[in-house]
Protein backbone atom coordinates (compact mmCIF):
# COMPACT_ATOMS: atom_id res chain seq x y z
CA UNK A 1 0.00 0.00 0.00
CA UNK A 2 0.92 3.39 -0.60
CA UNK A 3 3.08 5.32 2.83
CA UNK A 4 0.36 7.52 3.27
CA UNK A 5 -3.50 7.06 2.46
CA UNK A 6 -6.11 10.21 2.14
CA UNK A 7 -9.79 9.95 0.79
CA UNK A 8 -10.30 11.90 -2.20
CA UNK A 9 -13.22 14.10 -2.06
CA UNK A 10 -15.35 16.01 0.93
CA UNK A 11 -18.00 18.15 0.21
CA UNK A 12 -19.52 20.80 3.44
CA UNK A 13 -21.47 23.61 3.42
CA UNK A 14 -19.93 26.81 4.87
CA UNK A 15 -19.79 27.51 8.04
CA UNK A 16 -19.81 23.54 8.89
CA UNK A 17 -16.81 21.59 10.51
CA UNK A 18 -14.49 19.45 7.77
CA UNK A 19 -12.23 16.79 8.82
CA UNK A 20 -9.99 15.60 6.91
CA UNK A 21 -8.35 12.05 7.25
CA UNK A 22 -5.06 10.50 6.81
CA UNK A 23 -3.31 6.91 7.50
CA UNK A 24 0.37 6.66 7.15
CA UNK A 25 2.74 3.21 7.64
CA UNK A 26 5.46 4.95 9.28
CA UNK A 27 5.56 4.78 12.93
CA UNK A 28 9.12 6.24 13.51
CA UNK A 29 7.55 9.42 11.43
CA UNK A 30 9.13 13.05 13.68
CA UNK A 31 6.90 15.13 12.65
CA UNK A 32 3.11 14.58 10.74
CA UNK A 33 2.21 17.75 7.95
CA UNK A 34 -0.94 19.17 6.22
CA UNK A 35 -0.32 21.31 3.13
CA UNK A 36 -2.96 23.23 1.37
CA UNK A 37 -2.95 23.64 -2.49
CA UNK A 38 -5.57 26.57 -3.89
CA UNK A 39 -5.97 26.55 -7.04
CA UNK A 40 -3.00 27.04 -10.29
CA UNK A 41 -0.46 26.97 -6.96
CA UNK A 42 1.82 25.00 -5.47
CA UNK A 43 1.53 23.71 -2.00
CA UNK A 44 1.84 25.56 1.20
CA UNK A 45 2.33 24.02 4.67
CA UNK A 46 -0.78 24.85 6.61
CA UNK A 47 -0.04 23.27 9.80
CA UNK A 48 2.20 20.32 11.40
CA UNK A 49 2.19 18.07 14.75
CA UNK A 50 5.30 16.27 16.32
CA UNK A 51 4.81 12.82 17.10
CA UNK A 52 5.20 13.13 20.72
CA UNK A 53 1.66 15.36 20.44
CA UNK A 54 -1.92 13.77 20.65
CA UNK A 55 -3.32 16.96 19.30
CA UNK A 56 -2.12 20.64 17.96
CA UNK A 57 -5.21 23.96 17.80
CA UNK A 58 -4.17 26.69 15.58
CA UNK A 59 -7.30 29.05 15.37
CA UNK A 60 -10.11 27.29 12.84
CA UNK A 61 -7.72 24.66 13.06
CA UNK A 62 -7.03 21.34 15.38
CA UNK A 63 -4.76 18.71 14.20
CA UNK A 64 -5.81 15.46 15.76
CA UNK A 65 -3.05 12.37 16.04
CA UNK A 66 -3.90 8.65 17.19
CA UNK A 67 -0.28 6.92 16.96
CA UNK A 68 -1.11 3.46 17.95
CA UNK A 69 -3.57 3.57 14.59
CA UNK A 70 -1.42 5.91 12.12
CA UNK A 71 -4.22 7.84 12.05
CA UNK A 72 -3.80 11.76 11.47
CA UNK A 73 -6.62 14.31 10.40
CA UNK A 74 -7.52 17.64 10.15
CA UNK A 75 -10.57 19.57 11.50
CA UNK A 76 -11.32 23.32 9.83
CA UNK A 77 -13.58 25.13 12.02
CA UNK A 78 -16.34 27.13 10.90
CA UNK A 79 -15.58 26.35 6.99
CA UNK A 80 -15.14 28.96 4.60
CA UNK A 81 -15.24 29.28 0.71
CA UNK A 82 -11.80 30.49 0.63
CA UNK A 83 -10.71 26.94 2.26
CA UNK A 84 -11.62 25.33 -0.55
CA UNK A 85 -8.80 23.62 -1.96
CA UNK A 86 -6.69 20.00 -1.83
CA UNK A 87 -5.07 19.43 1.57
CA UNK A 88 -2.26 16.91 1.81
CA UNK A 89 -0.97 14.70 3.99
CA UNK A 90 2.55 14.51 4.62
CA UNK A 91 4.93 12.41 6.60
CA UNK A 92 8.91 11.66 5.39
CA UNK A 93 9.62 8.72 3.63
CA UNK A 94 9.87 5.76 5.59
CA UNK A 95 13.38 4.84 6.15
CA UNK A 96 14.78 7.33 8.24
CA UNK A 97 15.55 10.01 5.57
CA UNK A 98 14.14 13.88 5.18
CA UNK A 99 11.96 13.24 1.66
CA UNK A 100 8.36 14.76 1.97
CA UNK A 101 5.74 11.47 1.09
CA UNK A 102 2.32 13.19 0.07
CA UNK A 103 -0.88 11.21 0.39
CA UNK A 104 -2.84 11.97 -3.02
CA UNK A 105 -4.85 14.91 -1.70
CA UNK A 106 -7.77 15.53 -0.54
CA UNK A 107 -10.20 17.82 -2.26
CA UNK A 108 -12.31 20.02 -0.22
CA UNK A 109 -15.70 21.40 -1.76
CA UNK A 110 -16.99 24.62 0.26
CA UNK A 111 -20.79 25.25 -0.65
CA UNK A 112 -22.96 27.85 0.47
CA UNK B 1 12.98 38.37 -5.56
CA UNK B 2 12.96 35.80 -3.04
CA UNK B 3 11.38 32.18 -3.16
CA UNK B 4 11.17 29.21 -5.63
CA UNK B 5 10.63 29.92 -9.54
CA UNK B 6 9.99 27.38 -12.13
CA UNK B 7 9.61 28.22 -15.68
CA UNK B 8 8.21 27.78 -17.83
CA UNK B 9 4.51 27.95 -16.12
CA UNK B 10 2.93 26.20 -19.19
CA UNK B 11 4.72 24.35 -22.19
CA UNK B 12 3.28 22.39 -25.27
CA UNK B 13 5.81 19.99 -26.99
CA UNK B 14 5.46 17.65 -29.03
CA UNK B 15 6.17 13.38 -28.74
CA UNK B 16 10.19 12.65 -28.84
CA UNK B 17 11.35 16.01 -28.30
CA UNK B 18 13.82 16.79 -25.16
CA UNK B 19 12.53 19.43 -23.27
CA UNK B 20 14.10 21.02 -19.92
CA UNK B 21 12.13 22.52 -16.73
CA UNK B 22 13.99 25.19 -14.59
CA UNK B 23 13.84 25.54 -11.21
CA UNK B 24 15.46 28.14 -9.14
CA UNK B 25 15.41 29.11 -5.52
CA UNK B 26 16.95 31.84 -3.35
CA UNK B 27 17.10 30.52 -0.07
CA UNK B 28 20.64 27.98 -0.72
CA UNK B 29 18.41 25.49 0.75
CA UNK B 30 19.99 21.91 0.66
CA UNK B 31 17.53 20.10 -0.27
CA UNK B 32 15.30 20.25 -3.93
CA UNK B 33 12.48 18.03 -5.13
CA UNK B 34 10.90 17.06 -8.22
CA UNK B 35 7.17 15.71 -8.27
CA UNK B 36 4.58 15.42 -10.35
CA UNK B 37 0.96 15.73 -10.19
CA UNK B 38 -1.38 14.00 -11.78
CA UNK B 39 -5.90 13.20 -11.16
CA UNK B 40 -5.85 10.11 -8.90
CA UNK B 41 -2.13 10.03 -8.12
CA UNK B 42 -1.32 12.80 -5.78
CA UNK B 43 2.57 14.25 -5.29
CA UNK B 44 5.12 11.56 -6.75
CA UNK B 45 8.67 12.18 -6.24
CA UNK B 46 10.22 12.38 -9.62
CA UNK B 47 14.26 12.98 -8.37
CA UNK B 48 15.72 14.83 -5.14
CA UNK B 49 18.81 16.49 -4.08
CA UNK B 50 20.24 16.44 -0.98
CA UNK B 51 22.92 19.35 -2.04
CA UNK B 52 24.89 20.21 -5.19
CA UNK B 53 25.78 17.28 -7.38
CA UNK B 54 24.30 15.06 -5.35
CA UNK B 55 21.27 14.18 -6.87
CA UNK B 56 18.74 10.49 -6.62
CA UNK B 57 15.61 8.83 -8.01
CA UNK B 58 12.63 8.94 -6.37
CA UNK B 59 9.80 6.83 -7.25
CA UNK B 60 9.14 8.16 -11.27
CA UNK B 61 12.22 8.59 -12.50
CA UNK B 62 12.35 6.94 -15.46
CA UNK B 63 12.67 9.15 -18.94
CA UNK B 64 13.56 12.47 -16.85
CA UNK B 65 17.18 13.39 -16.02
CA UNK B 66 18.20 16.08 -13.36
CA UNK B 67 21.47 17.70 -12.52
CA UNK B 68 22.54 20.22 -9.95
CA UNK B 69 25.92 22.01 -10.39
CA UNK B 70 24.66 25.18 -8.25
CA UNK B 71 22.97 24.82 -5.40
CA UNK B 72 19.92 27.32 -6.21
CA UNK B 73 19.18 25.33 -9.24
CA UNK B 74 17.58 22.24 -10.20
CA UNK B 75 16.79 21.32 -13.66
CA UNK B 76 14.50 18.55 -14.93
CA UNK B 77 14.91 17.22 -18.52
CA UNK B 78 13.03 14.87 -20.13
CA UNK B 79 14.93 13.10 -22.77
CA UNK B 80 12.30 12.03 -25.14
CA UNK B 81 8.61 12.97 -24.07
CA UNK B 82 6.22 10.89 -24.29
CA UNK B 83 1.94 11.58 -23.77
CA UNK B 84 2.36 9.97 -20.60
CA UNK B 85 4.56 12.16 -19.04
CA UNK B 86 1.60 15.20 -19.45
CA UNK B 87 1.71 16.71 -16.52
CA UNK B 88 2.00 19.59 -13.68
CA UNK B 89 5.98 19.32 -12.44
CA UNK B 90 6.47 20.88 -9.00
CA UNK B 91 9.96 21.69 -7.75
CA UNK B 92 10.36 22.34 -3.70
CA UNK B 93 13.10 23.32 -1.99
CA UNK B 94 14.08 22.73 2.14
CA UNK B 95 16.45 23.36 4.87
CA UNK B 96 17.27 19.98 6.95
CA UNK B 97 17.18 21.16 10.28
CA UNK B 98 16.00 18.94 12.76
CA UNK B 99 13.09 20.42 13.69
CA UNK B 100 9.91 20.60 11.09
CA UNK B 101 11.21 21.19 8.22
CA UNK B 102 8.49 22.71 5.59
CA UNK B 103 8.81 22.07 1.78
CA UNK B 104 8.57 25.54 0.00
CA UNK B 105 6.87 24.95 -3.35
CA UNK B 106 7.39 26.54 -6.64
CA UNK B 107 3.98 27.51 -8.73
CA UNK B 108 4.51 24.52 -10.76
CA UNK B 109 4.74 24.22 -14.26
CA UNK B 110 1.76 22.91 -16.43
CA UNK B 111 3.20 20.15 -19.24
CA UNK B 112 1.27 19.17 -22.25
CA UNK B 113 2.66 16.10 -24.85
CA UNK B 114 1.48 16.29 -27.79
Known amino acids: GEDVEQSLFLSVREGDSSVINCTYTDSSSTYLYWYKQEPGAGLQLLTY?????DMKQDQRLTVLLNKKDKHLSLRIADTQTGDSAIYFCASPKPGGSYIPTFGRGTSLIVHP | DAGITQSPRYKITETGRQVTLMCHQTWSHSYMFWYRQDLGHGLRLIYY???????DKGEVSDGYVVSRSKTENFPLTLESATRSQTSVYFC?????????????FGQGTRLTVV
Open chain 2, 49 to 55: SAAADIT
Open chain 2, 92 to 104: ASSEWGGAATEAF
Open chain 1, 49 to 53: IFSNM
